[in-house]
T-cell receptor, first 114, second 110 residues
Framework: AQSVTQPDIHITVSEGASLELRCNYS??????LFWYVQSPGQGLQLLLKYFSGDTLVQGIKGFEAEFKRSQSSFNLRKPSVHWSDAAEYFC????????????FGRGTSLIVHP | IAGITQAPTSQILAAGRRMTLRCTQD?????MYWYRQDLGLGLRLIHY???????GKGEVPDGYSVSRANTDDFPLTLASAVPSQTSVYFC?????????FGQGTRLTVV
């Protein structure tokens, strides 16, 4: 079955530390891959996306993500976290060949300590 | 640029009442979606529409209905609300590259 998994429910980091949020998918081919961020009480904002080509994708707010076909992963990274990065992060996939409907992981809540 | 507008922003609703959540987009996207967001469950698809005049069921469609009379509007109706429908509801639309979200409607059914 096609699915997307975010293994970490919560991640806590200190301000200035590096960050990596994990995302794995289950699909027979390469899906389209997205990361979204949701601040409290807000909607979802697109951070970055991967369709094809260069496997390292740069996004907004200093985030990047790397697609690894061999691991079926699309992990989100940031070299130095700011307190304003505290939010909920969602990985999403679109499985080509069917309806273009985004499927979301359950989200990872990022907590930033001063 | 308005993007996607949802109304109301929040609502407290008595169980058994009928409620329509409104969603309007000004991007002329063909595809639109309704998701509900619940703690620990992420976003789950309720209904979707690939183009005006067509709709489909998502992962959790029971108790909800939608219509897509034109490209811009995609209302979600709860025919008879139940407490388990307490949630935050997000409307979204897609072009071929990205999905855009409204700010959400926080619905409490009591």
């Amino acid at each position: 079955a096609q699915s997307v998994t975010q293994p970490d429910i919560h991640i806590t980091v200190s301000e200035g530390a590096s960050l990596e949020l994990r995302c794995n998918y289950s699909y027979g081919a390469t899906p389209y891959l997205f990361w979204y961020v949701q601040s409290p009480g807000q909607g979802l904002q697109l951070l970055l996306k991967y369709f094809s080509g260069d496997t390292l994708v740069q996004g907004i707010k200093g985030f990047e993500a790397e697609f690894k076909r061999s691991q079926s992963s699309f992990n989100l990274r940031k070299p130095s976290v700011h307190w304003s990065d505290a939010a909920e992060y969602f990985c999403a996939v679109v499985f080509p060949g069917g309806s273009y409907i985004p499927t979301f992981g359950r989200g990872t809540s990022l907590i930033v300590h001063p | 640029i308005a993007g996607i507008t949802q109304a109301p922003t929040s609502q407290i609703l008595a169980a058994g009442r009928r409620m329509t959540l409104r969603c309007t987009q000004d991007m002329r996207h063909n595809a639109m979606y309704w998701y509900r967001q619940d703690l620990g469950l992420g976003l789950r698809l309720i209904h979707y529409s690939n183009t005006a005049g067509t709709t489909g069921k998502g992962e959790v469609p029971d108790g909800y209905s939608v219509s897509r009379a034109n490209t811009d509007d995609f209302p979600l109706t709860l025919a008879s609300a139940v407490p388990s429908q307490t949630s935050v509801y997000f409307c979204a639309s897609s072009d071929s590259a990205s999905t855009f979200f409204g700010q959400g409607t926080r619905l409490t059914v009591v």
